[in-house]
């Protein structure tokens, strides 16, 4: 039975008005190419599946439980059970939550500069920057958590750079950015997934489609451009191989057994506007032998483009022809937004966006079949502007509906044996505030989602919070997702700056960041209170010296005016949580130092006078007095 949450009663009434016809062929042609499995083809027995569907412990044995027995409220001085990574979109930064809390724990910024942090201002990090393009802002997507065995093993999270066509790693040991690779031959990467199950790849989606290479050469011919999967070695962050492909690309997940890997693509007419991209009905899901594609590279069936070695998957390619293509095309609804592979690796489900269904892929199908149309198993009709799916581990989808407003739970096996879009396996619906993009449950990633807590990514906020302007707030919204016979609970509202994206919600337990910098995991020069020195050659000076509470190793620093000045600090503070930093305003520097911290930056001292350098977080009685003099010397 189906159960809606709908304090605005409209979005029924929108799913109700869309055509209504009981003959699927007529609807909608390309259904009428897909088999479906036929243990279901009696009405009554369909009725039969359609009213279990809310009955999860014939299905997967897994327990619900109530909202009253687990911890909803984390009180002053309480710890969160898990951390939630969400990408921050245009501050170009990570966002860290507790859940269920919701507070927001860390900001970590990736793809911008960050003063509080430092992070862009000293030498190591400035040079990351610049090396991956040079940009100052970046749009940050979808945080994924790498993975040991198809389970979170608390080593990396990555992110990709939807505007510049960048991915970049957070060690998560310190929960900083470490790594940051612009992917050649690519504009626009839209999706940061690890191959599974032990993140051997971080693949980078890219959505738009340029020449190749993009150099000057077939600006008018949009024929001739492509878009391309990028495989990145997580250690190296190296781009390994790509894989060039016919029309746009959107999302994708891996499946669980290292196997295949699955994109959502728009635009397969390959125009360049509008009316050119919306021509046909149907789009595809492209789905990538990864095993394939590497003997592919090794035989040398490559072209090297950028510098990497670039394999030909459109669907007119050689390496497609015969009984192992490296690419199958899957005919799915016009314009297809999310997808997201089952816990168990069964099915690849694609939200249809323009189609109020989902089309549920069968994997172990995909393999063998010679259509791979015939992999398509299910197509439930959930409601308008399906996006993007979420599992908890007992045999449920929660789908957001972008034009309803809502948060859809349906069964994954009902949806197989149902009929063509059939709302039997739609379990209830829940309204959020407004207009939901992506969502992530408790561990919806691995093969095992904890199936208790789900956050809703919403767009649009309205009247949720106090008005702060135009530019209003988005709104995340924590959802209970454990209880199967009460149902979804809203349980908080959470306002976010623009604008949220994917997310990932990772047990703490699995995680154990440092509370102090261990010295041996970077390359700067550890400067005790007993190493303190000032080193002068051919118009440098490097000062190399420490920081404690109160004090920096030198009180007075002399350079002359030219000099490129370099200083190396640490911070030798032991005691976890006592922050120090060296400001010098005037020469646009402020690098944070964490206790053992250790952090180099250069500048060039060309304007003579008093300057004075401090530290910038409050760290005692005496943090006002704890500043030194630059002394800039006027040449002669």
């Known amino acids: 039975m189906t159960r809606t949450n709908d304090s605005d009663a409209n979005s029924n009434h929108s799913i109700e008005s869309m055509t209504d016809t009981n003959d699927d062929s007529e609807r909608d042609p390309l259904f009428a190419r897909i088999p479906r499995r036929d243990f279901m083809k009696a009405g009554v027995a369909t009725g039969a599946m359609g009213s279990l569907a809310g009955c999860t412990d014939l299905l997967s044995g897994n327990d619900s439980t109530s909202l009253e027995d687990v911890k909803s409220d984390v009180k002053p001085g309480e710890l969160d059970d898990y951390y939630a990574f969400l990408g921050a979109g245009q501050s170009g930064e990570i966002r860290v939550y507790g859940i269920p809390s919701m507070r927001q724990l860390m900001r970590i910024p990736v793809f911008q500069t960050d003063s509080a942090s430092g992070y862009g201002y000293d030498n190591r990090t400035q040079e990351m920057l610049e090396d991956a393009g040079g940009y ?3 749009d940050a997507h979808h945080p994924r958590v790498s993975q040991t065995d198809n389970d979170y093993d608390g080593r990396w999270a990555f992110v990709n750079d939807k505007a510049n066509g960048r991915m970049a790693r957070i060690d998560l040991k310190y929960f900083e950015t470490d790594a940051i690779v612009d992917v050649p031959n690519q504009q626009g990467t839209h999706g940061a997934c690890c191959l599974l199950p032990d993140t051997k790849y971080v693949f980078g989606v890219g959505e738009l489609r340029v020449p190749m290479p993009n150099d000057g050469r077939d600006l008018d011919d949009p024929d001739a451009y492509t878009s391309v999967l990028a495989a990145i070695d997580p250690e190296t962050m190296n781009v390994e191989w790509e894989v060039s492909v016919d029309g746009n690309m959107d999302n994708a997940d891996s499946g669980k057994d290292g196997r295949w890997f699955f994109a959502t693509g728009y635009n397969s007419e390959e125009g360049v506007n509008e009316s050119e991209m919306t021509k046909s009905d149907t789009d595809w899901v492209k789905a990538f032998d990864i ?65 109020p269904t989902a089309t549920v892929i069968d994997i172990e199908a995909l393999a063998e079949a010679n ?48 009929k063509a879009e059939s709302t039997d396996p739609v379990i209830e619906k829940i309204d959020v505030h407004y207009n939901p993009g992506h ?8 093969a095992n989602p904890q199936g208790d807590w789900l956050i809703s990514l919403n767009k649009l906020s309205k009247d949720r ?28 509202d959470t306002p976010s700056y623009a604008e949220p994206h994917d997310a990932s919600i990772v047990s703490a337990e699995k995680l154990d960041p440092a509370k102090v910098y261990d010295p041996e995991d970077y390359d700067e020069e550890f400067v005790s209170n007993d190493t303190n020195e000032i080193i002068r050659e051919d118009g440098r000076v490097h000062v190399k010296t420490h920081a404690i509470r109160n004090r920096f190793g030198y009180e007075t620093v002399t350079v002359t005016e030219g000099d490129e000045v370099t200083f190396t600090v640490t911070n030798i503070e032991e005691v976890a949580d006592i922050l120090h930093s060296l400001a010098i305003p005037e020469y646009d520097v402020n690098i944070k130092l964490a206790p053992q911290e250790t952090r180099e930056v250069t500048f060039t001292a060309d304007e003579p006078g008093v300057y004075w350098m401090y530290c910038a977080f409050f760290c005692s009685a005496l943090h006002m007095e704890m500043r030194s003099r630059l002394v800039v010397e006027p040449a002669e």
């Not at 969502?439 to 691995?446: D, F, H, N, Q």
């Open 371 to 418: 259509n791979p149309n015939d992999a398509i198993v299910g197509r439930p009709r959930l409601g308008m502007g399906p996006l993007h799916t979420a599992y908890d581990g007992r045999g449920h989808a929660y789908t957001t509906l972008f034009i309803d407003s809502q948060v859809v739970k349906w069964d994954i096996e009902a949806a197989v044996e149902a």
């Open 291 to 355: 095993p394939a594609i590497e003997e592919a590279v090794e035989a040398g069936n490559y072209t090297e483009v950028g510098g990497v070695p670039v394999v030909d998957g459109t669907r007119n390619s050689s390496l497609n022809e015969g009984d192992r293509p490296i690419v199958r095309y899957v005919d799915v609804s016009k314009s297809p937004h999310g997808i997201s592979v089952t816990p168990d690796g069964a099915y690849a489900i694609a939200s249809g966006k323009l189609d």
């Open 439 to 446: 969502l992530i449950a408790a561990e919806s990633y691995t």
């Open 465 to 492: 919070f106090l008005p702060v302007g135009p530019m209003h707030p988005e709104n995340d919204q924590l959802i209970y997702i454990g209880d199967d016979e009460e149902g979804m609970t809203l349980v908080k």
């Open 136 to 138: 100052t802002w970046g």
